[in-house]
T-cell receptor, first 115, second 113 residues
Framework: DSGVTQTPKHLITATGQRVTLRCSPRSGDLSVYWYQQSLDQGLQFLIQYYNGEERAKGNILERFSAQQFPDLHSELNLSSLELGDSALYFCASSVEMDTLNTEAFFGQGTRLTVV | GQQLNQSPQSMFIQEGEDVSMNCTSS?????WLWYKQDPGEGPVLLIALYKAGELTSNGRLTAQFGITRKDSFLNISASIPSDVGIYFC?????????????FGTGTRLKVLA
């Protein structure tokens, strides 16, 4: 158990709909990362939040947005869903301090299926 | 999206054989991480490397941080069936204010008993 919790584990929804994926980071971790993994593909970085603020952005579509709340949990919102958005969505967390090396720990992922 | 070059893409090996895979980049990284992902699961951290030239072991796994800081290597000795999975490398560099991790394309390992 990595300590990173993602809900729900599975989600099936129709095209055009909107969904919210939730991530609770490890206790003490300030940074949350979201990744998308399509079938048999690698991990594509979407976005990073640190202590409530957006820190880095990857190839995240405009239809997607995220936020990190004061309790440090994060939500990834996916709207106007298309069939191609079907994928595994992973959240990872890490402690980030300028003077320390850090490691990212992943949740179990949310499998999104758009039908 | 940006990804590191990882090779081989996939490999079939016999149980008991040693396995080597590597990850290369055109950019310098401060940290290299190696993960294993089982089907339908999240990646699990295997080894973290922090200094150029560093060699670190975790059981039958050994990883090295390349001297140029642009590559990393993972070796698995005496492979067993449960080594099956996808192995990802990840590099981290710290441009001011961000600690973004960039992942390799993955090496799919299949072990034949």
């Amino acid at each position: 158990d990595s300590g990173v919790t993602q809900t729900p584990k599975h989600l099936i929804t129709a095209t055009g709909q909107r969904v919210t994926l939730r991530c609770s980071p490890r206790s003490g971790d300030l940074s949350v990362y979201w990744y998308q993994q399509s079938l048999d593909q690698g991990l594509q970085f979407l976005i990073q939040y640190y202590n409530g603020e957006e820190r880095a952005k990857g190839n995240i579509l405009e239809r997607f947005s995220a936020q990190q709340f004061p309790d440090l949990h994060s939500e990834l919102n996916l709207s106007s869903l298309e069939l191609g958005d079907s994928a595994l969505y992973f959240c990872a967390s890490s402690v980030e301090m300028d003077t320390l090396n850090t490691e990212a720990f992943f949740g179990q992922g949310t499998r999104l299926t758009v039908v | 999206g940006q990804q590191l070059n990882q090779s081989p893409q996939s490999m079939f090996i016999q149980e008991g054989e040693d396995v080597s895979m590597n990850c290369t980049s055109s950019s310098i990284f401060n940290t290299w991480l190696w993960y294993k992902q089982d089907p339908g699961e999240g990646p699990v951290l295997l080894i973290a490397l922090y200094k150029a030239g560093e060699l670190t072991s975790n059981g039958r796994l050994t990883a090295q941080f390349g001297i140029t800081r642009k590559d990393s290597f993972l070796n698995i000795s005496a492979s067993i069936p449960s080594d099956v999975g996808i192995y990802f490398c990840a590099g981290q560099r710290r441009p001011s204010g961000t600690y973004k991790y960039i992942f390799g394309t993955g090496t799919r390992l299949k072990v034949l008993a």
